[in-house]
Structure formats: structure tokens, C-alpha cells
């Protein structure tokens, strides 16, 4: 990494106000965090702008080296997946349908009993219930 690329980024680190101390060897950023958990919120921001300023077909790769945490700057095609997007299914109408069709009544789990199935003294208590409102 050229040093004006190296100067931006160690700039850009000092800007944040995140970090505690900062150094930079053979292109991998070294940094002690003010908070040390916020390691990810760090990583999004470095991320975005290494992509941003200096090399949108790039990646950052981040590290816990001890107390600090090391940066690497690379091809996106050797990023870690981190941020990958996420994919999502679709759901239709058909897929609904399917799910209600496979469902078996008579193959509940004992832990889910039908809700069509009310114990008797959960009736009894309704029974009660209803006579206490009318007055019996």
C-alpha cells in the first residue's frame, strides 16, 4: 500500500475518536479500541471507507491480535464473508398452501396440544365463569 493511501486511512482511524493507539505495518492497520466490543461497529466503518475513498473492489479483513485488533486491506475476493448479503427466500402462495396441506393433526407433539382440545376443567372454569357474569 502506498504511503498517501496509508496516510488516509490512519487519518481517517484517528478521526473516530474509537481508537487508543494506532500503527500501521506492511499495509495491516494495528489498533487498541477505546472499547474494545464496538470491534464490529469499527470494522463496518473502515470498511466502508476503504471502499469509498480508496479501493471499491477491496475488502478488510480484521483480526484480534492480543489487546489489539489488526486490519487487512484486501482483494475483495479474499474478504471474509462478514458482510455478505444475506439471502433471502421468496414465499408464495403455493408454499403456504403446501404447509397447511402437510399439517396432520393426529401427529401433534405432546408439548403442543391441538388448541381444539380444551381439558375439562379448563371448560368447567369457563362454565363458572360465565354463571358468576349472569348471576347464578
Known amino acids: ?3 498517501s493511501n ?3 486511512i490512519l487519518d481517517f482511524t484517528k478521526l473516530t475518536g474509537l481508537t487508543e ?3 500501521m ?3 495491516t492497520l494495528y489498533v487498541t479500541l477505546l472499547q474494545p466490543e464496538r470491534c464490529d461497529f469499527f470494522h ?10 480508496i479501493n471499491t473492489d477491496g475488502g478488510v479483513n480484521m483480526y484480534a491480535v492480543g489487546d489489539e485488533f489488526a486490519f487487512d486491506f484486501v482483494p475483495q475476493d479474499r474478504e471474509a464473508p462478514v ?19 402437510n399439517m396432520d393433526d393426529e401427529d401433534e407433539s405432546p408439548a403442543f396440544p391441538s388448541y381444539y382440545d380444551l381439558p375439562e ?11 358468576a357474569k349472569e348471576g347464578r
Open 121 to 131: 376443567d379448563v371448560d368447567t372454569m369457563l362454565d363458572l365463569e360465565a354463571d
Open 44 to 53: 463496518g466503518i473502515i470498511r466502508t471507507f476503504y471502499k469509498d475513498n
Open 1 to 3: 500500500m502506498d504511503t
Open 25 to 27: 505495518s506492511h499495509g
Open 6 to 8: 496509508t496516510k488516509k
Open 21 to 23: 493507539r494506532i500503527t
Open 83 to 101: 458482510f455478505a448479503e444475506e439471502e433471502k427466500g421468496v414465499w408464495s402462495e403455493f408454499a403456504e398452501e403446501e404447509m397447511f396441506n
